[in-house]
């Protein structure tokens, strides 16, 4: 009886080490995920904001 608790025991820590790692490389898809969105982000506000200069330039020459 006692090595049946045993074996169920192990078998239980080996899936918690299992999920526990699946969780830690799940976070660290999201955080490179969440990386590169925020880079893709800051280059299109610096696309944006470039543009935005551009058009003041370009009124105050016509102005």
Same mark, same amino acid.
Request: hydrophobic share 25%.
């Given at each position: *009886?006692?090595?049946?608790?045993?074996?169920?025991?192990?078998? #239980? &820590?080996? +899936? +918690? !080490?299992?999920?526990? *790692?699946?969780? &830690?490389? @799940?976070? *660290? +898809? #999201?955080?490179? #995920? =969440?990386?590169?969105?925020?880079?893709? *982000?800051? +280059?299109?506000? !610096? %696309?944006?904001?470039?543009? @935005?200069?551009? @058009? &003041?330039? =370009?009124?105050? %020459? @016509?102005?």
């Amino acid at each position: *009886m006692e090595e049946e608790e045993e074996n169920v025991e192990r078998e #239980l &820590r080996e +899936k +918690k !080490r299992k999920i526990d *790692m699946e969780g &830690r490389e @799940i976070e *660290m +898809k #999201l955080r490179e #995920l =969440t990386k590169k969105k925020n880079a893709e *982000m800051e +280059k299109k506000k !610096r %696309q944006i904001c470039s543009g @935005i200069e551009s @058009i &003041r330039k =370009t009124k105050h %020459q @016509i102005c």
